[in-house]
């Protein structure tokens, strides 16, 4: 049998990445620092310094540790999100824009549990997938759908909670984690396309009901509590139509965007992406392209495609399953939340109210996603490697 080791090793190109968003959102938070009510620029530093403290503490243990604490920090989450679905405790469940997402702790500031669900959520799918394989090695038709059946169950729970809460960003950024799970699970791909296609008819079925019983859909979201998610695709289809809110926000945008031309307007040069809502947060892409134009936002999306290439390279390298398992689902909550923020900034995409990973001002956001990185650098620094292999 070949003899294995650990590689042992720090994954320093993904710590500088990391550092670059970091700068890239400390500075332009800073720029935006006349325009907003308190220095959150400072708090973000915190945030960094806060994350970073946790990577630290991840890297102490072997990330297997994190199979045997799956269940506990699943139920957490949902315990978590059951207390907002009830508006517990009273005077720390907080209502924000309409929706229940947040603890305000006192002395402390806002926590979003939706966040941590997304790691939480990784860390279980990928236990629930390494256990089932390890049970089940054959993969029949019956143990695949048995698989998708439980893959199914823990997914649905948390977003039940968010699609109640509402949050529209959370709910897709859970799909897009399951989804991308599902991918490298094992399935049969004839099992994952016909999924696929019933969910492709399914959709063109809501939309041919929505155009041909309009009133009635509006009736069935609002009683649903779904109605603010027809608002959005209203904004996105009909921005001229409607000139308020989500398709105020969308017009703003694109101005913002436009005005900033090849090279942009320079430091501070704010006239359009300071009137927008959350231009700190959700629409930082817009403070940033006007300021430093197309040139400065290609700079950021390049960096973006240097961390999920770097991720895809640690997850092909990991021989682990539940490390490239848990890799997969960080990279599916990553590209989806860039595609989605960058792309909704610019009109391709509806508004879901995703913020821009590493970039936008969050304190529970940032801190899910060095949580991420830190698991990520774990499973890196324990890759395992065989003496006799050729490679």
Not at 350 to 374: D, E, R, V
Request: hydrophobic residues 50%; contains cysteine; glycine residues 8%.
């Amino acid at each position: 049998m070949d003899q294995q080791n650990y590689n042992s090793k720090i994954d320093y190109t993904l710590i500088f990445i990391i550092i670059l968003l970091a700068i890239i959102s400390i500075f332009t938070l800073y720029t935006l620092n006349p325009f907003l009510d308190q220095s959150y620029y400072i708090q973000q530093i915190v945030w960094y310094i806060a994350g970073s403290m946790a990577i630290a503490v991840i890297m102490i243990f072997d990330y297997d540790r994190f199979r045997q604490i799956s269940w506990i920090l699943y139920g957490l989450g949902v315990i978590a999100l059951l207390m907002l679905f009830f508006h517990f405790p009273p005077g720390i469940a907080k209502s924000v824009n309409g929706a229940w997402g947040w603890f305000q702790i006192p002395g402390f500031g806002s926590l979003q549990p939706a966040e941590f669900m997304k790691v939480f959520l990784i860390i279980f799918l990928a236990h629930i997938m390494v256990t089932h394989n390890e049970k089940y090695p054959e993969h029949t038709v019956k143990m695949d759908l048995w698989l998708l059946v439980k893959i199914g169950i823990a997914a649905v729970i948390p977003i039940f909670f968010l699609v109640k809460q509402p949050d529209l960003g959370g709910v897709l950024v859970l799909i897009a984690i399951t989804a991308c799970m599902i991918l490298v699970s094992g399935i049969k791909w004839r099992i994952i396309l016909s999924i696929l296609g019933g969910i492709i008819i399914a959709g063109c079925i809501v939309v041919i009901l929505y155009i041909s019983f309009p009133e009635q859909t509006e009736t069935f979201l609002e009683s649903t509590g779904l109605d603010h998610v027809e608002g959005r695709f209203n904004a996105w289809l009909n921005t001229d139509e409607n000139t308020q809110g989500d398709a105020y926000q969308l017009i703003r945008a694109m101005l913002a965007i436009g005005s900033g031309q090849l090279t942009g307007k320079g430091i501070g040069g704010f006239e359009v992406s300071q009137d927008i809502p959350e231009f700190h947060t959700d629409m930082i892409f817009t403070s940033i392209a006007e300021q430093f134009g197309f040139f400065g936002s290609s700079i950021v999306i390049t960096i973006y495609f240097l961390l999920i290439y770097r991720l895809i390279h640690i997850a092909i390298k990991s021989k682990d399953p539940f490390g490239s398992y848990m890799i997969t689902g960080i990279i599916g909550m990553f590209a989806f939340q860039i595609f989605q923020n960058i792309g909704m900034s610019v009109k391709l995409l509806p508004i879901t109210g995703l913020p821009l990973p590493f970039i936008s001002y969050g304190g529970s956001s940032t801190l899910t996603y060095m949580i991420a990185i830190g698991i990520v650098l774990n499973i890196y620094y324990r890759i395992k490697t065989y003496m006799f292999d050729e490679s």
